[in-house]
């Protein structure tokens, strides 16, 4: 008898019967968080396969799809983040993480072009370095949930120029677009940088096959990365979106969150807030940070 022609319910009797086995195996599992994780992962797989009726070519294709997401990964390039960012996985489990209170800044995806050991800046410094892209003076303050100033809090940004790229996806290209600096005893920052611009993740991959698809475009809106640290606080991993971006309701990796928005206003040339005389238009940005204690 084919497997076609197995009757329904002893299909689903056998995948019960596998079900319980592949749990059960996990019984001596010293660490009971990892028991419990592992033990829910293969009853929810095993009951997603049964309610789609996977068929062996379709797992193959899924095998080979996650080999070639692998294979993509790099030390610049997390292609699997990229895929936990485009199914909505990673915003879920930022999300299920949030900490409690309205008071403190929603945090949002890491992105895959994240690189330790970025530059020091001053304060008052040139994140950008030299990529194309319009001169943007970005300020603000880090303070905790009562409002007091959080001193020496490590900020560290990244973003990709006005072409939409990021410093590592130019083969070659020296560091920029990123920096870290630290606030004052004010809990103040500031920096220069450049205007932030809609970009499309990377999609020359198994990710942007699976965008394909499905019909799903690979656009994000203009935003900046901010990573910021400190003793007795969360690390907060979240962007600063530039308010009036056309991609904010199709966002790839569903990022947006109204409350990171915020304007990035045209000015007109003369002076800026650190007292440099521009002699052309430059854009000016503000935005307030708010940390969790650390639990």
Not at 5 to 33: H, I, K, L, N, Q
Not at 46 to 52: G, M, S
């Amino acid at each position: 008898m084919s497997q076609d022609a197995v009757p329904a319910r002893g299909r689903r009797d056998a995948a019960v019967t596998v079900t319980d086995e592949v749990v059960s195996s996990f019984a001596e599992t010293r660490d009971p968080r990892l028991r419990e994780v592992l033990s829910s992962l293969v009853h929810h797989l095993h009951a997603f396969a049964e309610e789609v009726q996977l068929s062996e070519r379709e797992w193959h294709q899924a095998v080979e799809f996650l080999t070639r997401v692998g294979h993509t990964t790099t030390d610049d390039r997390q292609e699997f983040i990229l895929l936990s960012d485009v199914l909505g996985l990673s915003m879920l489990t930022i999300g299920l993480n949030q900490p409690e209170g309205g008071g403190v800044t929603e945090a949002t995806v890491f992105g895959p072009f994240f690189v330790p050991g970025s530059p020091r800046i001053p304060l008052g410094g040139d994140v950008a370095g030299d990529p194309p892209g319009e001169p943007c003076w970005l300020e603000g303050t880090v303070r905790d949930e009562e409002g007091r100033p959080v001193a020496g809090a490590r900020v560290e940004v990244w973003q990709a120029d006005d072409e939409g790229l990021y410093d590592v996806q130019r083969e070659g290209a020296p560091t920029s677009g990123r920096g870290h600096l630290f606030t004052d005893e004010q809990g103040g920052y500031r920096f220069w940088t450049v205007r932030p611009s809609p970009y499309p993740i990377p999609d020359d991959g198994p990710v942007g096959d699976l965008l394909r698809a499905t019909g799903r475009s690979p656009m994000r809106p203009a935003h900046v990365h901010f990573m910021i640290s400190a003793d007795g606080y969360r690390t907060l991993v979240t962007h600063v979106f530039a308010a009036g971006d056309p991609h904010m309701a199709t966002d790839a990796v569903f990022g947006v969150r109204s409350s990171l928005i915020t304007e990035f206003a045209e000015r007109a040339p003369g002076p800026a807030p650190d007292g440099s005389a521009m002699e052309a238009p430059w854009y000016e940005a503000s935005f307030d940070f708010v940390l969790a204690r650390d639990a």
